[in-house]
């Protein structure tokens, strides 16, 4: 007599990941320059090193259990 629905949507991870790493380079980089050009490099910069954490430490090999 359950009535849950099992919500089954994979999410898109490597989505998520470029948008908080874009958004948090920006912030940070803001609050640190104070100007507009900075909030432009904070958006380059994090999401640079968003693309390097998505291609490069994320990927693991499967696990074999």
């Given at each position: ?12 991870v490597k989505g ?14 803001i609050i640190v320059?104070?100007?507009f050009l900075g ?27």
């Open positions: 007599m359950e009535n849950q629905v099992e919500n089954n949507e994979n999410l898109n998520i990941i470029l948008l908080l790493g874009t958004i948090f380079g920006a912030l940070i980089s320059k104070g100007t909030f432009i490099g904070g958006l380059v910069i994090g999401f640079a090193l968003a693309i390097f954490f998505i291609s490069v430490i994320l990927p693991h090999k499967p696990s074999d259990r």
